[in-house]
């Protein structure tokens, strides 16, 4: 298995641009997790989805921010407007089960940069 | 919030030394696991410990988990200079998922 997959590993993008980041999970895993990564604030959980079904989104920083999982080998999460906080690494993550006992894979990230 | 601190935020030791990373965690938690991350990669799971474990090894890994004082420890044996990376503590969170982190250890194993 390739892993998690996230794309594009790099985005450079204009305040107020729409950004969509895009991510395939580990076959067979049915829970899917969207992180972001800062130096001030760590790793925070935005959205899980189990079996494709959002469950909590309380991490997601407002409205401006989205997330759907369309079909179990595929995951988006969108930023509409875009500003330049946002700028954070975002990680795809897939777990065989939600309680994580089977551990997270994580995909290599997606560095976003908003000038 | 976060769940788990990990102590010390940063640790520089001599390739061939051990190296002990600690982490505390405020509720009750069923599971506690490891991670590594190498600089401008992803996380890397290396290993969990149920609550009704003490110690728990893994190659050069050793944990430890004291659910009395909410505390778990990584030691790293013989430490190599690929061992360079940030190490995290993670907890599930009450509802048994969303998987926490802490600020983790940046860990230099110099050669």
């Known amino acids: 298995d390739a892993g998690v997959i996230q794309s594009p590993r790099h985005e450079v993008t204009e305040m107020g641009q729409e950004v969509t980041l895009r991510c395939k999970p580990i076959s067979g895993h049915n829970s899917l997790f969207w992180y972001r990564q800062t130096m001030m604030r760590g790793l925070e959980l935005l959205i899980y989805f189990n079996n494709n079904v959002p469950i909590d989104d309380s991490g997601m920083p407002e409205d401006r921010f989205s997330a759907k999982m369309p079909n179990a080998s595929f995951s988006t999460l969108k930023i509409q407007p875009s500003e330049p906080r946002d700028s954070a690494v975002y990680f795809c993550a897939s777990s065989l089960e939600a309680g994580g006992v089977y551990g997270y894979t994580f995909g290599s990230g997606t560095r976003l940069t908003v000038v | 919030s976060q769940q788990g601190e990990e102590d010390p935020q940063a640790l520089s030791i001599q390739e061939g030394e051990n190296a002990t990373m600690n982490c505390s965690y405020k509720?009750?938690?069923?599971?506690l696991q490891w991670y590594r991350q190498n600089s401008g990669r992803g996380l890397v799971h290396l290993i969990l410990?149920?609550?009704?474990?003490r110690e728990k090894h893994s190659g050069r890994l050793r944990v430890t988990l004291d659910t009395s004082k909410k505390s778990s420890s990584l030691l790293i044996t013989a430490s190599r200079a690929a061992d360079t990376a940030s190490y995290f503590c993670?907890?599930?969170?009450?509802?048994?998922?969303?998987?926490?982190f802490g600020k983790g250890t940046l860990l230099t194993v110099n050669p």
């Open positions: 993670a907890t599930p969170g009450g509802s048994n998922y969303k998987l926490t």
């Open positions: 410990i149920r609550s009704n474990e």
């Open positions: 509720t009750s938690i069923n599971n």
